[in-house]
């Protein structure tokens, strides 16, 4: 059975970002977490794949993305 709950080290790794990224997310609330016990977080893949999909831009979306 596959884990579906990835610690931070686990969901840092598998969105392919650094560890202080993804606390950084998790603090202004832009990437979703499951449970949190102290300071210790629990990711949801099924969540996360959902996030990653949601935020995906589109082919066509490149025109409105807007350029820094």
Known sequence: MEKRLLNTD???EYLG????SLYK?????????VVR???SLRFDKVK???WIEENT???G???TVKRW
């Open 48 to 50: 996360m794949n959902l």
């Open 61 to 63: 979306d490149f025109e």
């Open 10 to 12: 686990e969901a840092s």
């Open 17 to 20: 970002i650094p560890k202080g």
């Open 57 to 59: 831009v589109k082919q």
């Open 25 to 33: 997310m998790v603090w202004q609330r832009r990437v979703p977490f």
């Open 37 to 39: 016990v102290g300071r």
